[in-house]
């Protein structure tokens, strides 16, 4: 399954007092890679509200911090789908400082229908998407 890579760079607002990387800023990372990911499919979170009546929500997610991401780091987030079913799918998401693992994250994806907020299937067109960038 191919990884899907975005860069990022830490800033000033990313860091406690030691410039060190907050960890939940962490979070916000890989939410972003996320985003990133759908989008370089062709697809927009609001246009999937809009036509689809679908959203995305964290279901669950177990994280493990190797190392400190610090001030002005450029950062690269690897992520890739390990899992799919119809109404959800899992990433591997991994953070690096240049080869150095600092923090990695199984996060599972729900699909909700977005005004009821209950488990819907993944759009078709979406669905095929994924299946091909795996």
């Not at 960890?23 to 689809?52: C, K, P, V």
């Not at 998401?93 to 005004?115: G, P």
Request: aromatic share 12%; charged share 25%.
């Amino acid at each position: 399954m191919s990884n899907f890579e975005w860069p990022i760079r830490v800033y000033y607002e990313d860091t406690d007092s030691g410039g060190v990387v907050y960890h939940s800023n962490y979070l916000n990372f890989m939410e972003r890679a996320r985003t990133e990911w759908l989008r370089s499919l062709g697809f927009e979170q609001d246009e999937l509200i809009t036509n689809h009546q679908c959203i995305f929500a964290v279901h669950s997610m177990q994280l493990k911090f190797r190392r400190p991401a610090k001030f002005n780091d450029l950062l690269l987030l690897q992520s890739r789908i390990t899992d799919l079913s119809g109404a959800s799918f899992e990433f591997e998401q991994k953070i690096f400082r240049d080869d150095e693992l600092l923090c990695e994250a199984v996060v599972k994806i729900a699909c909700l229908n977005s005004t009821r907020f209950r488990p819907m299937a993944i759009p078709p067109s979406l669905l095929t998407e994924i299946q091909g960038a795996r």
